[in-house]
């Protein structure tokens, strides 16, 4: 696959911290090499192309992120911790069709401990990304 890396984040709410993106970029990448995902550095050499998009604060709707990523998972807010939403997809390189796609919603900000939010975030992208088939 290639991939830049880099999620794409609307943050309206200014939730999100460089520190717990660069966290969420790197659970993505760990979880798909685990999956014998090998990343390429160019589109010529991929075969799949992959885009994340991370959204949060007022941003954080269904409808933008059916927009950006094609998929959309249900957002639940209350006053104990505040949500993500993040998309992945993959396109076909040669056709730019969209060959698979999921979303799950992360908790970004609660009464949890830093340790426990991050493994909370590695669930649900774990439990995201076990629809994806493995790499041949």
């Known amino acids: 696959i290639?991939?830049?890396?880099?999620?794409?984040?609307?943050?309206?709410g200014h939730l999100l911290?460089?520190?717990?993106?660069?966290q969420i970029t790197g659970m993505i990448s760990t979880e798909l090499k685990a999956?014998?995902?090998?990343?390429?550095?160019?589109?010529?050499?991929?075969?799949?192309?992959?885009?994340a998009?991370?959204?949060a604060g007022t941003d954080a709707n269904k409808i933008e992120l059916e927009t950006l990523s094609g998929v959309a998972p249900e957002l639940?807010?209350?006053?104990?911790?505040?949500?993500?939403?993040?998309?992945?997809?993959f396109t076909d390189t040669d056709t730019g069709q969209v060959v698979w796609k999921s979303a799950t919603e992360i908790s970004i900000g609660s009464a949890l401990s830093q340790e426990e939010q991050s493994d909370?975030?590695?669930?649900?992208?774990?439990?995201?990304?076990?629809?994806?088939?493995?790499?041949?």
């Not at 999956?35 to 885009?51: E, G, I, L, V």
């Not at 992208?125 to 994806?132: A, D, F």
């Open 17 to 22: 911290t460089a520190e717990r993106v660069q």
């Open 35 to 51: 999956r014998n995902y090998q990343f390429a550095a160019t589109a010529t050499t991929a075969r799949f192309m992959m885009k």
């Open 76 to 89: 639940h807010e209350n006053s104990v911790s505040q949500t993500a939403a993040l998309g992945i997809y």
């Open 53 to 55: 998009v991370l959204l």
């Open 120 to 136: 909370g975030i590695r669930r649900a992208i774990s439990q995201m990304l076990s629809g994806l088939p493995f790499a041949q």
């Open 2 to 12: 290639v991939w830049n890396g880099v999620l794409d984040v609307t943050d309206s």
